[in-house]
């Protein structure tokens, strides 16, 4: 009863969430990529862009329509995690589990956004109920369960690699290895082997943009002590007395490893591999981009386990100890929702103007949205300064839009630059298009630094003549603004070129 009362309260949460909510920066990039199938495509596999292409297909272009598929997913996670208890320990302590599974704040926007982590928390779930049944016995059942698991892994996003090396060495580590010949199993592997063709296709035929980009160019590789900050912040995005209690409970699945418990051994390595690993990274790896969330999926076997170990370790006081940790986690939960209220409610938005927890990636494309529908006519060409900006407009146009995107540094930064040159809407695309032909510009101000917008503007008088300030749009709070031009395309000095912004 606990279980799904809460189960339907962060449902809610989740739907409400969906429905209220303006696109992140990141899921408008793939809706626009949903908009153009493909197997793969220069960031990611096509996984995410095909789900939210389903619920494009079944709602049409709306930012909750865009989000069905995650949020269906999202709500299933649970299910999964009382599946995988129950292997170890009881009915009451598989439904506990369910409790802590609907806590874990991290699962609050992983359970809604569409973005990569809820397939990948799907298929590394998947793989892992598959590999406890395997040890148990080789079925037709768990090997397709196997092989459906790791083909959406595979489909998600390249990380999925880190999950499955650990799957696969924790499955040896629990004895699994005497099952490798079995032709079932292999036939999985096998399956999953095959769904990474398309990824290494796409590589193969475009210099090998997506591993330059996930492995090395958004990566320095160079030792930085901000890596310091990985546990700390992990503590943070998961609460922590939880956070606490998932590594007391990884000791325990240790312990009872060594003890004997073979099957333990495929936890232990299932999440202490990926925790050690991207602790590891941390001082190696991305320190720009946001990457708190990695480690999610390493969490989830522990929650499954965490009740067993709570009443066999403290048999007197298990139940309180377990209410505090689900009082704190429910609490980070109601914290992170009230952040994602901020972008939705306009004073609280406001509010947090100047500061860093302004919602920035949430807000201000309806503002630029209904301006730049009023401004572009039917002869004009639709320029966006950047991928994000690009991918929002395309969006409030149901992809009914050319729009071609500027040479900004932020393409490349998210790696999407490639993208761009593929779909032949960047700056390159844009020059080939005949001289004069008459534009109308979208700069995001407030994605460029303060004091690089000036020369990001005089920039313009190089690609574009007659160019001509038109209006200055803000989100809420002037948190954010947006500036429109029209001009002519191809440069010439003659030409009166305005990059002067009148603050109307």
Known sequence: MKFYLLWSLTLLLKLLLAWQLQLFGDEAFYAWEAARPAWAYSDLPGMTAWLIRLGIEVGG???????LAFVLIGALLPFFIVRIARN????THAWQA?????????LLPMGFLALPEAPLCLAALLCLEAALSLLKKISVFACVQ??????????????????????????MVAGGWRHYRDPRLLLAILTGAVAWLPLFLYNEHNDFAGWQFQFHERNPWQFSSRGLLHVP??????????YAALLWCLWHVFRSWRQGEKKMGLIFVAAGLPLILFAGLAFFADQVRTSFHWPLQAYLPLIALLPFFLTEKFPQWHKKILGLVM????????ITFGYFLTAIVPSLTTALVGKKSYPDNFVGWNEVSIATKSFLKKDEVLVADNFMLAAQLQFSFAGNETIYVLDHPLNKKHGRARQLKDWHVDVDALTSLNK?????????????KQWLRDQWRAKLCTQFNSLKFEKLIYGPGKGKSFSIFRARLGADSGKA????ISMR
């Open 61 to 67: 272009y709306h930012s909750f329509a865009v989000r």
């Open 88 to 91: 170890f320990s009881s009915e």
């Open 98 to 106: 369910g409790v802590l599974s609907c806590c874990l704040p991290l």
């Open 146 to 171: 196997l092989a459906l698991g790791l083909a959406i892994g595979a489909s998600t996003h390249y990380r999925f690699i880190i999950i499955l090396l650990a799957g696969a060495l924790g499955f």
């Open 233 to 242: 912040l992990q503590t943070i995005v998961t609460t922590p007395i939880f």
């Open 327 to 334: 009082f704190s986690a429910i609490l980070g939960v109601l």
């Open 436 to 448: 004069n032909t008459q534009v109308l510009i979208v700069i995001e101000e407030t994605n460029t």
């Open 497 to 500: 070129c305005d990059t002067k």
